[in-house]
Nanobody
Framework: QVQLVESGGGLVQAGGSLRVSCAASGRTFSSYVMGWFRQAPGKERDFVAAISRGGGSTSYADSVKGRFTISRDNAKNTVYLQMNSLKPEDTAVYYC?????????????????WGQGTQVTVSS
């Protein structure tokens, strides 16, 4: 089992950058595929990015490809989402999630562990 705590959200102007982090408890962090999802007001929670257990493989939603970078530090039990060239439509609550297994799934239901979320607001 793993517990996840996000941090680093905030208010940023369009075109700016922000990095959100997700710290995991437990000694088995490296056995989980990690993902980031986001939920804007009145919308469903959508996939943003995922990273393999060792960090060698990543997957991104088309809407963030080339602007966002997911990474992880297994020694620190932490996964990051670096967000550059932010747009107002990136405004959402950002959640990190963990799943057992190998594949970089993009479906919310494939992730068994979730953090509480961190708010990211991009002003125009």
């Amino acid at each position: 089992q793993v517990q996840l705590v996000e941090s680093g959200g905030g208010l940023v102007q369009a075109g700016g950058s922000l990095r959100v982090s997700c710290a995991a408890s437990g000694r088995t962090f490296s056995s989980y595929v990690m993902g980031w999802f986001r939920q804007a007001p009145g919308k469903e929670r959508d996939f943003v990015a995922a990273i393999s257990r060792g960090g060698g493989s990543t997957s991104y939603a088309d809407s963030v490809k080339g602007r966002f970078t997911i990474s992880r530090d297994n020694a620190k039990n932490t996964v990051y989402l670096q967000m550059n060239s932010l747009k107002p439509e990136d405004t959402a609550v950002y959640y990190c999630a963990a799943r057992s297994g190998t594949y970089l799934n993009i479906r919310e239901r494939d992730y068994g562990y979730w953090g509480q979320g961190t708010q990211v607001t991009v002003s125009s």
